[in-house]
């Protein structure tokens, strides 16, 4: 379920202009699935299924994140990927 949203994202976010970089860093642990790039904004985006939740690690990054200023968000469904682009777009 959780490809199936991430595939959905990488469509989405290609049509509206941008790319979704597929983001690993062996070296540090909890970083976010992708770095969503469109005009003019930079976001780190995590990718869960509808009853998955964030591993400790990844409740870190989101906050690193939060404290240097960084635009994350971690989106659940495919209807969250909607309301998210609907927001920010």
Not at 15 to 43: E, I, M, N
Not at 64 to 70: D, H, K, R, S, V
């Amino acid at each position: 379920m959780e490809k199936h949203i991430e595939q959905y994202l990488v469509r989405e976010i290609k049509k509206r202009g941008g790319v979704a970089y597929k983001f690993s860093s062996p070296s540090h642990r909890g970083v976010s699935d992708r770095v969503v790039c469109l005009p003019g904004q930079t976001w780190f985006v995590e990718l869960k299924q509808p009853k998955g939740k964030l591993s400790a690690l990844q409740v870190l990054f989101a906050e690193e994140m939060e404290w240097l200023g960084q635009r994350y968000i971690c989106l659940w469904s495919k209807e969250d990927v909607d309301k998210w682009l609907n927001e920010i777009a």
